[in-house]
């Protein structure tokens, strides 16, 4: 049994790889604080992205998705960005979620995924 993690700190790991299996810690807009729930989940998924093919995969791989939303009044904005993302025939599983204690203004969309490796 193996696991490989990457970027890796005391607290967690940025990308959990195990049996065939990418696990990906819940990613915030680092790049994007404070902008707008669109412009935040596409610095999420841009960051997503790269995380994957640092793990050897990426996003026509994914099985499951989980998105936490400040608002719930975010849920089209951030669905318009995710659709124009998500291959066509590769939708994951996926939970939105409302989590008004996400640090907001700053931080108002949270996506974690987890992916197969070939």
Partial sequence: MSIQRFQTAKRMS???VHNG???LAGQVAQDKQG????DQTKN???RIDALLAEAGTDKTKLLSATIWLNTMDDFDAMNAVWDAWVPEG????RACVESPRL?????TV???VI???D
């Fill in 14 to 16: 940025q990308v959990v």
């Fill in 21 to 23: 299996t990418v696990y």
């Fill in 35 to 38: 902008a707008s729930a669109g």
């Fill in 44 to 46: 999420i998924l841009d």
């Fill in 90 to 93: 590769c939708a994951p599983a």
């Fill in 103 to 107: 640090a907001r203004p700053v931080f």
């Fill in 110 to 112: 949270e996506i974690g």
């Fill in 115 to 117: 992916a197969a490796v």
